[in-house]
């Protein structure tokens, strides 16, 4: 396998299998390590209950969509007074629970939309091969924003993305889509 393309691929993961298309690239990869902590007690376990696939858009390679299939494991906890029998491994540095994207893509994602708004920014992101909905940027720009734990809170609405707090435009630019 190309060792170049291999570069971005987080060295806490393995890839056995790389699935190159002319339409995406799809990177199979698997944990490397054998174990994995408990989150409630913080046993480590070698014990595999089962493997589930996860599936995360990434950044592009030479202007295509690429996908990473993760094998993630479940483990059972070593623990017998622990309260979780179960729990899956943590892939950090890869991506975030329950996140459909790597934290890569996210922050490049999250810069189109601060830049351009959301669909100047859904548009800019299609043709550079990470396709997303302008309602996706927008959740993005107000979820996943870095920001200090000092600062005061993000806006709950995303009036602040269009100018000062204008809900009315929100409102009428949705049911015009519509």
Request: charged share 20%; aromatic share 0%; no cysteine.
């Given at each position: 396998?190309?060792?170049r393309l291999l570069s971005f691929v987080p060295c806490s993961l393995q890839v056995?299998?790389?699935?190159?298309?002319?339409d995406q690239v799809i990177i199979e990869v698997r944990p490397r390590p054998t174990t994995a902590q408990c989150p409630t007690c913080g046993m480590a376990s070698r014990k595999v209950h089962s493997v589930y696939r996860r599936v995360l858009a990434d950044l592009p390679r030479q202007g295509r969509p690429v996908s990473i299939r993760v094998a993630a494991r479940r483990f059972r906890c070593?623990?017998?007074?622990c309260s979780r029998q179960t729990f899956a491994e943590r892939l950090s540095g890869v991506m975030e629970l329950s996140s459909r994207r790597t934290g890569?893509?996210?922050?490049?994602?999250?810069?189109l939309?601060?830049?351009?708004?959301?669909e100047a920014g859904s548009r800019l992101a299609?043709?550079?091969a990470m396709?997303?909905?302008p309602d996706t940027l927008l959740r993005l720009a107000l979820t996943r924003s870095r920001r200090p734990d000092s600062s005061p809170?993000?806006?709950r609405s995303s009036g602040w993305m269009i100018g000062h707090g204008d809900e009315d435009a929100i409102t009428a630019d949705r049911k015009r889509k519509r």
């Open positions: 396998m190309s060792s056995p299998r790389l699935l190159p298309s002319p070593p623990n017998r007074i890569r893509l996210s922050d490049l994602q999250r810069h939309v601060l830049a351009l708004g959301g299609r043709r550079l396709p997303t909905s809170p993000m806006p």
